[in-house]
């Protein structure tokens, strides 16, 4: 259940230059990426959404897309793993990290991924990792 904007009120912003809004983000995304780290072969990571933009909430998830080597695999299994490992995350820290395997051919060729329009608005708004 989300709470009202006036229960929550927004964690206070790292400093500036850090990728990170705040310290439970920074703590969870980076649990997150440390554990899935050794099982995909990670190009690069955007943190986007919400967190990115300041604009969370407390209770907000950390959308990231995780850029992979490589052409797509198969997509539902590694999301499912990465969701596993997610509730995992969210358990032991308290945030819900939300993870988009991208593979690094739908990167360079966005129509070959089935949203296009979603990896365009992660390359203008997102912060790299």
């Known amino acids: 259940m989300r709470h009202s904007p006036m229960s929550d009120p927004k964690p206070m912003r790292k400093a500036r230059g850090s990728p990170f809004p705040d310290d439970l983000t920074?703590?969870?995304?980076?649990?997150?990426?440390?554990?899935i780290g050794g099982h995909y072969p990670?190009?690069?990571?955007?943190l986007f959404g919400s967190r990115a933009r300041g604009t969370h909430q407390a209770d907000s998830d950390a959308d990231l897309a995780i850029v992979l080597d490589g052409d797509s695999a198969d997509r539902?299994?590694?999301?499912?793993?990465?969701?596993?490992?997610?509730?995992d995350i969210l358990m032991e820290t308290g945030l819900l990290v939300q993870a988009l395997?991208?593979?690094?051919?739908e990167w360079r060729d966005t129509e070959r991924f089935p949203n296009p329009l979603l990896i365009e608005s992660i390359r203008r708004d997102g912060a790299r990792l």
């Open 26 to 35: 920074e703590r969870g995304v980076r649990a997150f990426l440390d554990r």
């Open 76 to 87: 539902s299994r590694v999301s499912g793993e990465m969701a596993e490992i997610a509730f």
């Open 42 to 46: 990670i190009r690069e990571v955007f």
């Open 101 to 105: 395997p991208l593979w690094e051919s």
